[in-house]
């Protein structure tokens, strides 16, 4: 082997060290992985791939077959519906350490939904011929994809009974009611004002009429853009549907 080839061999191999920390850093982010100990991440970190995305850019839209798992490393993702007249339903933000795809390990079912990034940033990708192979050999992660799957449905389930009351303020009113835990904390909203409108099905004229409303009621305080304190969760309380 000459000179260059080691040489080429040598920035191989320190491009994979790169790739594979920058991987693990994803990996452990994920809660579906962090009861796997140091060795069972490599494995996982070896079969995972990044992908750029750029702000505005679709990550997958819907009709498309799953075939992927898509791990937020960096960035931020939107997940939404497209109405009849154009508007969009926002059904999840991801958030770093979130992610969507997981269905592609049981069906071979096409995506109900649209993904786009609302931040640049970087996602890490696992096949589902690779997803597969890691719940046959690792046991934790098969219960942990379970677990995800049932949060998630419990939260399908709160979004359509908040969307299914009339009335604007209180779906605000349970929606800040659960991402509080019901005390009187100042907490971060976990997607932009415009999102969470679409998200509650609402204009961002009315969310912002709401929380104005809420604010000149002394339940809450507007801190930030998207900080906001909780001041009387027990008035909240009174607001939000049972």
């Known amino acids: 082997m000459d000179v260059s080839e080691k040489g080429d061999v040598v920035m191989a191999h320190t491009q994979h060290q790169h790739s594979l920390t920058r991987e693990l850093a994803c990996i452990n982010q994920v809660p579906i992985f962090q009861h796997l100990s140091d060795e069972q991440k490599v494995s996982v970190a070896q079969v995972t791939r990044p992908v750029h995305a750029a702000k505005g850019e679709t990550v997958f839209a819907m009709g498309e077959v799953s075939q992927t798992l898509y791990i937020v490393n960096t960035g931020q993702v939107r997940l939404y519906h497209l109405a009849a007249d154009g508007h969009e339903q926002v059904l999840r933000v991801l958030n ?47 219960l942990a ?15 359509a009974t908040l969307l299914a009351i009339p009335d604007a303020l209180p779906r605000l009113a349970g929606y800040l009611q659960a991402i509080s835990g019901r005390q009187a904390i100042t907490l971060t909203l976990p ?5 969470l409108a679409a998200y509650l099905g609402m204009t961002p004229e009315s969310l912002s009429r709401k929380l104005r409303q809420l604010a000149k009621a002394g339940i809450i305080e507007t801190v930030g853009r998207r900080q906001i304190g909780i001041i009387a969760p027990e008035k909240l309380a009174e607001l939000a549907p049972e």
């Open 96 to 142: 770093p350490g979130d992610f969507v795809g997981e269905t592609a390990l049981f069906t071979d079912e096409i995506h109900s939904s649209f993904a786009a990034a609302t931040q640049t940033g970087e996602l890490c990708t696992i096949s589902r011929a690779a997803l597969t192979a890691l719940v046959k050999t690792l046991p934790p992660v098969a």
């Open 145 to 159: 994809l379970l677990q995800a799957l049932a949060d998630r449905l419990k939260t399908a389930e709160r979004q």
């Open 191 to 195: 997607m932009s004002k415009q999102d």
